[in-house]
């Protein structure tokens, strides 16, 4: 059984900084790209950032050069390091495979999520 649990968020102050974790467990880790997903109150899930296979990440438009994704394959565990936050950056956070970099449609159902609340 796959299973995806995010942690890590908290409130935290405007341009202050916060480290999610998503640990995985149940498929073999090194063999997906993974992707970080924000829920803001009443929209959808979109992504913020995704990393390939090979350790290469890609960045939504708003978290280019404040966001950082890595991974640590021993670990099975994906990061992602937020700076300079802002209000706009709160939401529940959650960690998936998509079936291709940009595609809607996930390969293993939804972790619990973690939330981040900026306060300005």
């Known amino acids: 059984q796959v299973q995806l649990v995010e942690s890590g968020g908290g409130s935290v102050q405007a341009g202050g900084s916060r480290r999610l974790s998503c640990v995985v467990s149940?498929?073999?880790?090194?063999?997906?790209?993974f992707g970080w997903y924000r829920q803001a109150p009443g929209k959808s899930r979109e992504l913020v950032a995704y990393?390939?296979?090979?350790?290469?990440?890609i960045y939504g438009d708003s978290v280019e050069g404040r966001f950082t994704i890595s991974r640590d394959d021993a670990k099975s565990t994906v990061y992602l390091q937020m700076n300079n936050l802002s209000a706009d950056d709160s939401g529940v956070f959650y960690c998936?495979?998509?079936?291709?970099?940009?595609?809607?449609?996930?390969?293993?159902?939804w972790g619990p999520g973690t939330q981040v609340i900026v306060s300005s």
């Open positions: 149940g498929i073999d880790f090194s063999d997906y790209g």
């Open positions: 998936n495979v998509p079936y291709s970099t940009y595609s809607t449609t996930m390969l293993f159902d």
């Open positions: 990393i390939t296979r090979a350790n290469v990440g």
